[in-house]
């Protein structure tokens, strides 16, 4: 089973007219996401959305929010990411469902596992690709792991998934488990979207 440290991405918000939004000053949370095409990502298929972008999990939605939750409800220690505080529930976000499925699917068919896709698009331009106008956004990845609560607890074990699960600035989420192909290395693919607008 793999994963990798979590990304959380910081940026002002665009403008808009002052009854939606003010700007606000930007940040780069944590780096390690590159550069990328513009170009929008492809949408998941509708036909490729439900039970395969949940590997075929009962519950796989409620399950997911009550784990996640129920840790943002408690707070935590994530090590060298710090201490943090008990924080509000997470909503789940179609959106962020949707640019979790995408990715999971992309790296389980091309058979890597990386937060960048192959063609160089990072969790921020899936997220907006799907629609998700964000200010903050994060994302957790992870592969061979068979099961919400084993995929939880890993992500909790590693202090960078863990921070991006307790992040108090995030208010969404999306998570998808896209089965492996026959030729991929892992037999799950997953991949958490959090963000906020």
Do not use: K
Request: net charge negative; glycine share 12%; aromatic share 8%.
């Amino acid at each position: 089973m793999t994963i990798t440290p979590g990304i959380t991405l910081l940026r002002a918000a665009r403008w808009r007219p002052p009854q939606w939004s003010a700007l606000a000053v930007a940040a780069l949370l944590v780096s390690g996401c590159g550069g990328g095409s513009d170009s929008a990502a492809p949408a998941l298929p509708a036909q490729q959305a439900g039970a395969a972008s949940t590997c075929g999990l009962t519950d796989f939605q409620a399950e997911m929010l009550q784990r996640v939750n129920a840790q943002r409800a408690s707070g935590g220690n994530c090590g060298t990411r710090g201490s943090f505080a008990p924080s509000v529930a997470l909503q789940w976000h179609g959106a962020l469902d949707q640019a979790a499925a995408a990715h999971s699917l992309d790296m389980a068919t091309q058979n890597y596992f990386a937060h960048d896709g192959l063609d160089g698009r990072t969790p921020a331009q899936r997220a907006e690709a799907a629609g998700y106008d964000w200010r903050t956004i994060g994302e957790n990845i992870a592969a061979g792991y068979p099961s919400v609560q084993a995929v939880v607890d890993g992500w909790m074990a590693s202090d960078g998934h863990c921070a991006n699960v307790l992040n108090p600035a995030f208010r969404d989420i999306g998570v998808a488990c896209v089965p492996g192909t026959p030729a991929s290395t892992y037999g799950t693919y997953w991949t958490m979207a959090l963000g906020a607008q």
